[in-house]
């Protein structure tokens, strides 16, 4: 993710939402999504939030930037949506209670990014810090989800990348990370079939695969995960 403030790293997410969005990537996504409420962690500048009202999905947008809000508010336009300044691993009773209000049915976290400011990244760090950021977001949007009733399903989609030819490979490793760092000793499970590969048709301008890597492409994974019985 580019950028060390918060403008930089929104001037970046703008781009690369309109390349997505371009290409059906967040329809894609958002038809993945169970249910009809839905509470989203993160909007960026809106491109995501957009799918899913567009979707006539009823959504609540959680985002500790109010300038994330405001761009998903002004994306959205005259479709209704209800939003929450919020930071999801610091959450208030107040600010529980209102996304218990919202009842939600599913709870989608998608294509996690933050500064270098918040995640602590630094150039010599080799990626460390923006890994254990992702992690620790992850793990509180699924301890979240278990704490509201009436969710069913968790859904999660980030960036990567992998040899396009083992994608069916890939799938059993993504559900294997997830229930180790994710879903670990939580009540959602998830299954092979509902790991799911996308590959993106525009590559980030930093991607730039060894040669040694062959066949290796940026994709989208996405994984969803339901509530146990």
Known sequence: ????????????????GETLA???DYDWMAALTPGRRVLEIGCGPGFSTLALVQRGLDVLVVDAQPACLALARQRVGALPLAVLEAEVTALSAEQ???????????????LMGAPAEVTGASAGDGGKAVVAYRERVHRAVAE??????????LHLVDRTAIPWQAKDIGRATLLGYHRQKTLAGLPFQAQREDALYRKLEAAAPSFKPHAALKGVVPVLASLLAYRSS
């Open 96 to 110: 529980r209670a209102t996304i218990v209000d919202f009842a939600p049915q599913t709870v989608v976290c998608w």
């Open 1 to 16: 993710m580019s950028g060390a403030k918060l403008d930089s790293f929104l001037d970046y997410w703008e781009s690369e």
């Open 144 to 153: 979240l989800a278990v704490d509201l009733p009436s969710v069913s399903a």
């Open 22 to 24: 371009r290409h059906g």
